[in-house]
């Protein structure tokens, strides 16, 4: 049986961005000047490797500028296209004045299979790269910093933190060129596992609202729940862990490229992912059920399903099968805007990716405010803010002495007390802090206005409110 035809993954995103317009009041043009795509560069290189020249093909797409720098992430896949780099550069303009990170919205794509070259081919191929967009400025600290995505990691960002530092050799502020760098490499602490931490904090808020949990036919909290996963690289690893391991979360379903994998009981995820580490897929886990055909482990009764991987892998071949209640989205654009009508329709819960996974760009732009200041996170407080609390311990040891110790300190009090807060639990508080004001944005949209029947389009009547309201400011 044939599929009707779906919409590309721009198209997918203009539809979603028009059901949520019509119901703004936004004067005319603008609409149109929000929604468009400003430039899409695209570059062909070519590099010398084993012997021969190979070229190839990339792209940097700005979606909009009225906040700079503009931010997003750079892909390497084989799919990489046009339509998909404007389609999740769009996204990060909305994304980005959903939570309210000061920029525009921009994303990056090179088609490439990374898994076919060598970590020195890589390094060359992602210089070159970084080179030709660098020498455009499209990597630059206060006009297009890029981040990593799928296919990309901190080695790729810090290449190309070095290549534009090399062009650079007198900007002060080169290491802000790029975010998502490691550690020793002007990066910040929590970014590897933010965006994944994000769908944490995210699925925590949601638990915190009866309203919601009804919604979607859900009671309880996150403990004993039954998750499905696609995707174990960076977003699904991370969400799958913490909430595997932090909030009592069954994972019972992780489905990858070359299958999936089942158990009711619950998939131990960092086993799983070890198993890919060495062997390249899950074929072969030996403590959960293999289905080769991974796909349909997505139509599997769960309470939560995890798109971490691709776009349109919901879509309107499955969507009717597909039973989980509630959906987050944290991969860009795993359900189409087809598959999104039929599931509003059956009451199906879904955080929507602009939002689900908005943990890495708001940790990027910490990151980036750290590289401007140059100076870590906590560095200037951490220890007099421990000094003082001290001076409160001090005392209350004092009042308690004096009182005859009817009443001492525990010891565990005193060491969690005590201690200041470093940079990765400043980062991991500023980031739960993002998810909770933005969710609670979207919660009173779609609570408090009788047109608004999901969260998609509470998200973008929120960004879009935003952007416009930026753009009102500031005149066009
Ligand atoms: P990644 O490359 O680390 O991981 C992707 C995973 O998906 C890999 O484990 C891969 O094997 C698996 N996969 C590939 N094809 C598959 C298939 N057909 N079926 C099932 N699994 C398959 O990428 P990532 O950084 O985790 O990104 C995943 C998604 O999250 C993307 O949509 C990306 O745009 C989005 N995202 C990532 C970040 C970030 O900080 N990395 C931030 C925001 C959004």
Redesign the pocket.
Known sequence: MSTPKEPSFRESVDLMFNRAVALMDLPPGLEEKIRVCNATYTVRFGVRLRGQIQTFTGYRSVHSEHKEPVKG?I?YAMGVNQDEVEA?AALMTYKCALVEAPFGGSKGGLRIDPRQYEDHELERITRRFAYELAKRDLIHPSQNVP???????EREMAWIADQYARMNTTDINAVACVT?KPLNAGGISGRVE??GRGVQYALREFFRDARDMEKAGLTGSLDGKRVIV????????HAAKFLSQEDGSKITGI???DGALVNEAGLDVDAVRAW?GKHG?VTGFPDGTYVKE??VVLEEDCDILIP????A?INLGNAERIKAPLIIE?????VTAGADAILREKGTVIIP?MYA?????TVSYFEWVKNLSHIRFGRMQRRQEEARHQLVVDELQRISDAMGNTYSITESFKQKYLRGADELELVRSGLDDTMRIAYQSMRDVWHERGDVDDLRTAAYLVAIDKVAASYRAKGL
């Open positions: 992430g892909r999740l981040a990593p995505d799928m296919g990309t990691g998502g933010a965006t696609q995707g174990l690289g960076n977003v699904g690893y489905v990858e490229w890919i897929g991974g796909a971490a991987a691709l776009e892998v944290a991969a860009n654009g795993p990716d996974n908005a943990g890495g760009v």
